[in-house]
């Protein structure tokens, strides 16, 4: 996540720099599904405080080996 001159978003990105105010357009674009590298675009580290803080942990997922399947006899 860019921080430049203290405000989130703003800066190299990717190897392309970005403006604060691409940053706030690509959480606006991004609506539901922003995350929390779009949430907090183009404010100051304050707000990924917040971000981070109001975060909620996701279900965790079980990756691993396939589990074999019944076979028809």
Request: net charge negative; glycine share 10%.
């Amino acid at each position: 996540m860019p921080f430049d001159k203290a405000v989130l978003g703003q800066g190299e990105l990717e190897g392309h720099p970005r403006t604060a105010a691409q940053a706030r357009t690509a959480e606006r674009e991004a609506e539901v599904d922003a995350g929390l590298e779009d949430q907090p675009a183009g404010r100051g580290e304050d707000a990924l405080v917040q971000a981070l803080n109001a975060a909620e942990p996701h279900e965790p997922e079980a990756f691993g080996p396939a589990q074999p399947r019944n076979s028809c006899s």
